[in-house]
């Protein structure tokens, strides 16, 4: 499956973005997804994930009451909600695709896009 990751651009603190990954070349709903995210020198990280029929979401805590995974099996498309956006948000954000079970191991996504970059000023 490729994807493809947009939405990514400069924002205040306490803003939003909504990211968006499109997905081809396989069915999509086989698929569970995740957000990663690689701030400047630092490792990539994991943001949150979404099982294939979204029914089930999953967050790391320093998201968590600010970001919305969610998706849309129809658009073959998968989002990211971002609110009450921090200057420590700002990345480069990516989205991936895995066989299953979802996790926070980027090890368990076998796919992914080319990255949308976040800048969150103060």
């Known amino acids: 499956v490729q994807l493809q990751a947009s939405g990514g651009g400069s924002v205040q603190a306490g803003g939003s973005l909504r990211l968006s990954c499109a997905a081809s070349?396989?069915?999509?709903?086989?698929?569970?997804m995740g957000w990663f995210r690689q701030a400047p020198g630092k490792e990539r990280e994991f943001v949150a994930a979404?099982?294939?029929?979204?029914?089930?979401?999953f967050y790391e805590d320093f998201v968590k009451g600010r970001f919305i995974i969610s998706r849309d099996n129809a658009k073959n498309t998968v989002y990211l909600q971002m609110n009450s956006l921090k200057p420590e948000d700002t990345a480069v954000y990516y989205c991936?695709?895995?066989?299953?079970?979802?996790?926070?191991?980027?090890?368990?996504?076998?796919?992914w896009g080319q990255g949308t970059l976040v800048t969150v000023s103060s």
């Open positions: 979404i099982s294939e029929s979204g029914g089930a979401t």
């Open positions: 070349g396989r069915t999509f709903s086989y698929y569970d």
């Open positions: 991936a695709a895995s066989n299953g079970p979802y996790g926070s191991s980027a090890e368990g996504y076998a796919f």
